[in-house]
């Protein structure tokens, strides 16, 4: 019963493929998220969604695009993947209220592009 | 931007000693504030949060100081464990559900 689960734990592809992960949480959330970790281990945010909506786009590359079916769901599909795309990507989810923003995190993605 | 940093990137501590991760945040206008550990291989987990009406926030072995005045946060762990070692990350909102990470600080607790 994971709370906010992500697949695959693990990808491993060539430049200039294209690859999705998934997210999926059921805390009943109505806000997503996808973070990029680098190597250094620094974390930062990419998108947001509420209820389905784009709320944050934090000046990602349009070869990521989310997408999300429902507010239980938040899909990250890369386009032409490049070496740089290399990191891990967590998942988060939290209530969109006040005093309720707290954010709970997948397992992540390891993404390692060759 | 990235506005959150950490004063060091590596602490070592003795089991049973206290361990105090320090965090600076540039952001006046942040008004929730969060610790959380991250585990190697697995993604990071809540530990501790404070809104900027507060000061100081306690809980089980941790405890949350925020300085306003100086845009300062830290995190103390009372009888630091092994299980404690791990990467430690804050947080700040200053923007709907905006959250920016600091670099992280990873705790090593010698047996």
């Known amino acids: 019963d994971t709370a906010v689960s992500q697949t695959p734990k693990y990808l491993v592809t060539q430049m200039g493929n294209d690859k999705s992960i998934k997210c999926e949480q059921n805390l009943g959330h109505d806000t997503m998220y996808w973070y990029k970790q680098d190597s250094k281990k620094f974390l930062k945010i990419m998108f947001s969604y509420n209820n389905k909506e784009l709320i944050i786009n934090e000046t990602v590359p349009n070869r990521f695009s989310p997408k999300s079916p429902d507010k239980a769901h938040l899909n990250l599909h890369i386009n032409s993947l490049e070496l740089g795309d290399s990191a891990v990507y967590f998942c988060a989810s939290s209530y969109n209220g006040a005093n309720q923003e707290t954010q709970y995190f997948g397992p992540g993605t390891r993404l390692l592009v060759l | 931007g990235e506005s959150v940093g950490l004063h060091l990137p590596t602490l070592s501590v003795q089991e049973g000693d206290n361990s105090i991760i320090n965090c600076a945040y540039s952001?006046?206008?942040?008004?929730?504030f969060i610790w959380y550990k991250q585990e190697s291989g697995k993604g990071p987990q809540f530990i501790i949060d404070i809104r900027s009406n507060m000061d100081k926030r306690q809980g089980q072995r941790v405890t949350v100081l925020l300085n306003k005045t100086v845009k300062h946060l830290s995190l103390q762990i009372a009888a630091t464990q092994p299980g404690d070692s791990a990467v430690y990350f804050c947080?700040?909102?200053?923007?709907?559900?905006?959250?920016?990470f600091g670099s992280g600080t990873k705790l090593n607790v010698k047996p």
């Open positions: 947080a700040e909102k200053y923007n709907f559900n905006k959250f920016y």
């Open positions: 952001n006046s206008a942040s008004d929730y």
